[in-house]
């Protein structure tokens, strides 16, 4: 007997798109891609139309003219490098043929083969730049990996952890990400070094290999909600994001990667239906979810916003009445409090981050361009067909209200929706003034899931022109991460 969360009277195909109706979708979708494609025009022509300084900056000095604001980087066109050819292939491969075989593939098979191209996608990309672009960013001084290489006594580092945020604590105060992050962040890649993975290229692909997994933990979080179909579809989506430009470059997917499988656990503990688990596997996803959401919070201080979407899951699945949220929330103070008996506490440390971020470059970068360059940038890492579906998202909030939603477009619904008000939320703290392209990839696949409401006639080009962005930012942008 079919799960209620799989099938409903309002839309037997499963298919997302098919409600409310193809026509309003196209225009919404339409809508979409021309209000974010004038954004992404206006935020990298304005500040050299009109000479306005936003203070993005490159580490080394560049000709003004090609800073390519809100990216963090400038514009350097490389027309072909080693990673060029596997890129175009895989890109083109998943587009003619690998939608086709998701349709009719062994889940776990398809699992596999996504990760595969995710992670092929990622590294591709990253080595049109040679192995250099594995490596180089992660060896900057500012990065965590030199100042991993130093650290030799984990107790003292926590002890002192937050003494050598600010910029105080000069000389000894903690490069730019190590102090802009709790230290879980800085103590997973001492845990690279003490195994002898603590070399530039070597940590590149570690972080490459945990990132890529990003799109596996959404596959089993909209199964585990909505059923096989919509995973179906947005297993490819997912695979060949533009956000594996920054992926492969940036600690950051280590950070998203905890946090999508997280919420994949807490969507099996939340999962309805006939197939949901029995008590005992309940409690024991719960407890899962809730050490690597806690875990999350532990890596960066803007994660406490996904809480909402962890709600949103638990809200999909109808687990309200079940014992998920308290477990997980139980489960996520865990190594939140063992940190802090340990001597790092986060709300002792934010402020003082706070305090040291505004003493910095954010002080100068104006929030007039910033509040709406940062969407931008989010823009390029999603993509075009993203864009399409936010504009269909919105129409979808009043037949959500009305309960007139097939069950696949209320996950998304939720899912989507949660994300993108954990986006403006981050935005409109000014936490997060330019250099969104890395801090952001955590919620880029979420976003992600509203590619699943776009008209059937256009899954097809705007995966292509998913590719095609990706290869573009590539191969025309030399960015810092």
Same mark, same amino acid.
Request: net charge neutral; charged share 10%; glycine share 10%.
């Given at each position: 007997?079919p799960s209620?969360?799989?099938?409903?009277p309002?839309?037997?195909?499963?298919?997302?798109?098919? +409600?409310? $109706?193809?026509?309003? /979708?196209?225009?919404?979708?339409?809508?979409?891609?021309?209000?974010v494609?004038l @954004?992404? !025009?206006?935020?990298f022509?304005?500040?050299h139309?009109?000479?306005?300084?936003?203070?993005?900056?490159?580490?080394?000095?560049?000709?003004?003219?090609l800073v !390519?604001p809100?990216?963090?980087?400038?514009f350097?066109?490389?027309w =072909?490098?080693?990673?060029?050819?596997?890129?175009?292939?895989?890109?083109?491969?998943?587009w003619?043929?690998?939608?086709r075989?998701a349709r009719?593939?062994?889940?776990?098979? @398809?699992?596999?083969?996504t990760y595969?191209l995710?992670?092929?996608?990622?590294?591709?990309?990253?080595?049109v730049?040679?192995? &250099?672009?594995? &490596?180089?960013?992660l060896?900057?001084?500012?990065?965590?990996?030199?100042?991993?290489? &130093?650290?030799?006594?984990?107790?003292?580092? @926590?002890?002192?952890?937050? %003494?050598? !945020?600010?910029?105080d604590?000069s000389?000894?105060?903690?490069?730019?990400?190590?102090?802009?992050?709790?230290?879980?962040?800085? *103590? =997973?890649?001492?845990?690279?070094?003490?195994?002898?993975?603590g070399?530039?290229?070597? +940590?590149?692909v570690?972080?490459?290999?945990?990132?890529? $997994?990003?799109?596996?933990?959404v596959?089993?979080?909209?199964?585990?909600?909505?059923?096989? %179909?919509?995973?179906?579809?947005l297993?490819v989506?997912?695979?060949?994001s533009?956000?594996a430009?920054?992926?492969?470059? &940036?600690?950051?997917?280590? !950070?998203?990667?905890?946090?999508?499988?997280?919420?994949?656990c807490l969507?099996l503990?939340?999962?309805?239906?006939?197939?949901?688990?029995?008590?005992?596997?309940?409690?024991?996803?719960?407890?899962a979810?809730?050490?690597?959401?806690?875990?999350?919070?532990?890596?960066?201080?803007?994660?406490?916003l996904v809480?909402?979407?962890?709600?949103?899951?638990?809200?999909?699945g109808?687990?309200?009445?079940?014992?998920?949220?308290?477990v997980?929330?139980?489960a996520?103070?865990v190594?939140?409090l063992?940190?802090?008996?340990?001597? =790092?506490?986060?709300?002792e440390?934010?402020?003082? @981050?706070?305090?040291r971020?505004w003493d910095?470059?954010?002080?100068?970068?104006?929030? $007039?361009?910033?509040?709406?360059?940062?969407l931008?940038?989010?823009a390029v890492?999603?993509?075009?067909?993203?864009?399409?579906?936010?504009?269909?998202?919105?129409?979808?909030?009043?037949?959500?209200?009305?309960?007139?939603?097939?069950?696949?477009?209320?996950?998304?619904? *939720?899912?989507?929706?949660a994300?993108?008000?954990v986006?403006?939320?981050?935005? +409109? /703290?000014?936490? $997060?003034?330019?250099?969104?392209?890395?801090?952001?990839?955590? =919620?880029?696949p979420?976003?992600?899931?509203?590619?699943?409401?776009?008209?059937?006639?256009?899954r097809?080009? +705007?995966?292509l022109a998913?590719?095609?962005?990706?290869?573009a930012?590539?191969?025309?942008?030399?960015?810092?991460?």
């Amino acid at each position: 007997m079919p799960s209620p969360a799989v099938a409903r009277p309002a839309d037997p195909s499963g298919d997302p798109s098919a +409600a409310p $109706s193809t026509a309003g /979708s196209h225009r919404a979708a339409t809508v979409g891609v021309v209000l974010v494609g004038l @954004l992404v !025009i206006a935020a990298f022509t304005v500040p050299h139309l009109v000479g306005w300084e936003v203070h993005t900056r490159a580490p080394r000095s560049q000709v003004e003219e090609l800073v !390519i604001p809100p990216l963090h980087g400038w514009f350097a066109p490389q027309w =072909f490098g080693p990673g060029t050819l596997p890129a175009i292939a895989l890109g083109l491969g998943g587009w003619w043929w690998g939608v086709r075989w998701a349709r009719v593939a062994p889940w776990r098979g @398809l699992l596999l083969a996504t990760y595969l191209l995710a992670l092929g996608w990622c590294l591709a990309l990253a080595l049109v730049d040679g192995p &250099s672009g594995l &490596s180089r960013v992660l060896g900057h001084p500012v990065e965590y990996l030199p100042t991993a290489r &130093s650290i030799d006594d984990v107790g003292l580092l @926590l002890a002192e952890y937050v %003494d050598r !945020i600010s910029y105080d604590a000069s000389p000894r105060n903690w490069p730019t990400h190590v102090a802009g992050h709790p230290p879980l962040m800085l *103590l =997973f890649f001492v845990g690279l070094v003490q195994v002898g993975l603590g070399g530039d290229l070597a +940590a590149g692909v570690v972080v490459t290999v945990v990132g890529a $997994s990003m799109p596996v933990a959404v596959l089993v979080t909209l199964r585990a909600l909505a059923g096989h %179909d919509l995973a179906r579809r947005l297993a490819v989506p997912l695979a060949l994001s533009p956000v594996a430009v920054f992926v492969a470059v &940036s600690a950051d997917a280590v !950070i998203g990667a905890v946090v999508a499988w997280g919420l994949a656990c807490l969507a099996l503990a939340s999962r309805p239906g006939d197939e949901g688990p029995d008590r005992c596997s309940r409690w024991g996803w719960s407890v899962a979810a809730g050490l690597l959401l806690g875990c999350s919070v532990l890596m960066s201080y803007g994660m406490p916003l996904v809480g909402l979407v962890a709600l949103a899951v638990i809200t999909a699945g109808r687990a309200w009445r079940t014992p998920v949220f308290p477990v997980t929330v139980a489960a996520a103070l865990v190594p939140v409090l063992g940190f802090a008996v340990a001597g =790092f506490a986060w709300w002792e440390a934010y402020p003082v @981050l706070h305090e040291r971020y505004w003493d910095g470059i954010a002080s100068i970068r104006p929030a $007039s361009y910033w509040l709406w360059g940062n969407l931008a940038a989010l823009a390029v890492i999603t993509g075009p067909a993203v864009w399409g579906g936010l504009g269909v998202l919105v129409t979808r909030v009043r037949p959500h209200a009305q309960r007139a939603l097939p069950e696949p477009e209320r996950v998304v619904l *939720l899912l989507a929706g949660a994300m993108l008000l954990v986006v403006l939320a981050a935005d +409109a /703290s000014r936490m $997060s003034k330019s250099e969104v392209e890395r801090i952001w990839v955590p =919620f880029v696949p979420w976003l992600t899931l509203t590619v699943a409401l776009l008209p059937p006639r256009w899954r097809s080009p +705007a995966l292509l022109a998913q590719v095609v962005t990706a290869l573009a930012v590539q191969h025309l942008a030399y960015t810092t991460w």
